[in-house]
């Protein structure tokens, strides 16, 4: 099983790693300002922000991928996925806008990062950063889940699952 730092969505996925281990260790030990120290997250989670965008291109969005295991099941909500995917856009849809969402959610929280390490005083910024990725993934996971639920994802005789036209 690929750990989850090197799986990819898309076509020649035993090809395609994310280097983000790898960069998280090159960024831990670049020099520089106590400003700089605090920010050097931020490419991290814009990295990760974009790897969600990225899969949009693959053959399945990333936030498909990992929520499959997690809701399918335990949640009972309904399954085959992939005969939705191949059959229903509004399905694909879906998954396709809540990719985006959590990308651009990492996106903007680097961006944050990046500000708060320059704006305040350092004391307080791990702190800060700590709380805001918290509070990043908490929204990320209730939007997601509320934006699920609003396009019918657990009802099996929703619109969602309706397969395409003609």
């Known amino acids: 099983m690929p750990m989850p730092w090197s799986m990819s969505t898309g076509p020649n996925t035993r090809h395609r790693q994310t280097p983000a281990p790898v960069a998280a260790v090159v960024l831990a030990f670049v020099p520089g300002s106590p400003q ?3 920010a ?3 490419p991290i989670t814009a990295g990760t922000g974009i ?3 990225s899969t ?5 969005p990333l936030v498909q991928t ?4 997690l809701i399918e099941g335990p949640f009972h909500w309904p399954g085959g996925w992939e005969a ?3 059959q229903a856009p509004r399905f694909r849809r879906m998954w396709r806008i809540s990719s985006i969402m959590w990308g651009c959610g990492f996106l903007l929280d680097a ?3 990046v500000i708060l390490a320059y704006s305040l005083e350092p004391d307080p910024v791990p702190a800060v950063t700590t709380a805001m990725h918290l509070a990043t993934n908490l929204v990320l996971i209730l939007l997601s889940n509320a ?3 609003a396009s019918g994802m657990p009802n099996p005789r929703c619109i969602l699952f309706a397969p395409a036209d003609g």
């Open 36 to 38: 700089f120290l605090l």
């Open 40 to 42: 050097r997250d931020a």
């Open 51 to 53: 790897w969600f965008i």
């Open 56 to 60: 949009l291109r693959g053959a399945r």
């Open 66 to 69: 990992l929520a499959k295991p």
């Open 84 to 86: 939705h995917w191949e």
């Open 111 to 113: 961006v944050l990062r």
């Open 147 to 149: 934006f699920h639920i």
